[in-house]
């Protein structure tokens, strides 16, 4: 999709990393809560499941919002390389076959690019406080690492600026945020696996039955098993 902006509205803009998960959702929202010109881009990187990439359209088009897509068939998850095999990864943890390496500086820096030609103002990416324990690259200090590597790098425009609006959240208080902006929930996609319906073994659907759960609240997707 064409990324060319004609319009100059003088509404400072932003650009959402938008994975199609309940987090950067809620940031896409959160953006347009804020009054910026908001843009989503999501990244089609290697044997990435179609219900994600479906999710992330379904959300820009609810949000009246413009959705760049881009191909990076060179960028793998760990299991296309390890498989899925605990044995293979440091410990037992269920996010460790779902891990890209230098995933954020990849990703950042190409919405980096972008956000130059575009006038951007902002980058925001969907880091939750519970992710930034686990992801090393998803830290504040990593992020303000990159902004300081923005600010000596690019020269034609002021950089865009990496923001986090969900840093100090935990996962229950970003769906809490996600329900008062209004977000479609039911359209959002957290399972780490090529399933028509979420699973419901995974971590990312584990966690989310149990945030759901402990809201007291009824989740608007379908799953395979409920536990």
């Excluded at 919405?111 to 519970?130: F, K, L, P, Q, S």
């Excluded at 769906?175 to 780490?192: D, I, M, N, Q, Y």
Aim: with cysteine; proline share 3%.
């Amino acid at each position: 999709m064409s990324t060319s902006i004609d319009v100059d509205n003088g509404r400072e803009r932003a650009l959402v990393l938008l994975s199609g998960g309940i987090d950067s959702a809620t940031c896409l929202y959160w953006a347009k809560s804020k009054g910026y010109e908001v843009y989503a881009l999501t990244l089609n990187y290697h044997n990435r499941w179609i219900k994600e990439i479906e999710a992330a359209r379904l959300i820009a088009r609810d949000a009246n919002t413009m959705l760049i897509e881009l191909e990076l068939p060179f960028v793998k998850e760990a299991f296309n390389m390890y498989g899925y095999s605990p044995s293979n990864y440091k410990d037992d943890d269920l996010r460790w076959p779902f891990y890209i390496p230098s995933k954020n500086l990849l990703f950042y820096s190409i919405a980096a690019h972008i956000a130059e030609y575009m006038h951007v103002r902002w980058i925001v990416g969907g880091h939750n406080r519970d992710d930034m324990l686990f992801f090393k690259d998803a830290s504040k200090e990593y992020i303000d690492g990159i902004n300081r590597l923005f600010k000596q790098g690019f020269m034609l425009n002021e950089p865009a600026e990496i923001v986090t609006p969900l840093a100090d959240l935990s996962k229950v208080e970003v769906v809490r945020l996600a329900l008062h902006l209004g977000v479609p929930l039911e359209h959002t996609w957290s399972c780490h696996l090529r399933v028509e319906r979420h699973c419901g073994r995974c971590h990312g659907c584990i966690s989310r039955l149990e945030i759901f759960k402990s809201l007291g609240i009824e989740d608007g997707v379908e799953y395979e098993v409920v536990k």
